[in-house]
C-alpha cells in the first residue's frame, strides 16, 4: 500500500480472491479492469465501483444518505474532508448547498 494520491491495495489476483468477489456479485470483467493476471487494486475496485467510500480502520465503508449527525458535524464545522466528499455527493444533480456547506468543502 502507499499512501496519498497513489493509494493501492494489491491483492492476488487467484482463484480464491475470484470467487470470494464472485460470491458477492463482482463479475471477472470487473476484477480484470483493475489489474493484470499477477494482482489487482480492492481499493480501487471497490471505489470506482461504488461498493465503498472510505478506507477506515482497516475496513471499506459505504455510508448510506446522509443523517442529522453528519449534518450539524458539517454546520459546527466539525467536519473532516470525508464529510465533506460525502455531503457534496448526495448534493450533487442541481442542488445547490448552503453557503456553510460551499464553505466547508472549500475549507478542505
Known sequence: MNGGEDANILVAN?????KKLNAVGISDET???Y????????LALAFNEGY???YRNGKLVLW??????????????EG?????KRLLKELEGGIHPREQVRWFAGQM
Do not use: M, S, W
Open 64 to 77: 448510506g444518505p446522509i443523517d442529522d449527525e453528519l449534518r450539524y458535524r458539517v454546520l459546527n464545522g
Open 31 to 33: 476484477i480484470t479492469r
Open 52 to 54: 465503498a467510500d472510505e
Open 35 to 42: 489489474g493484470d493476471d499477477e494482482a489487482f487494486c480492492i
Open 14 to 18: 487467484d482463484g480464491e480472491n475470484r
Open 80 to 84: 473532516t474532508a470525508t464529510d465533506a
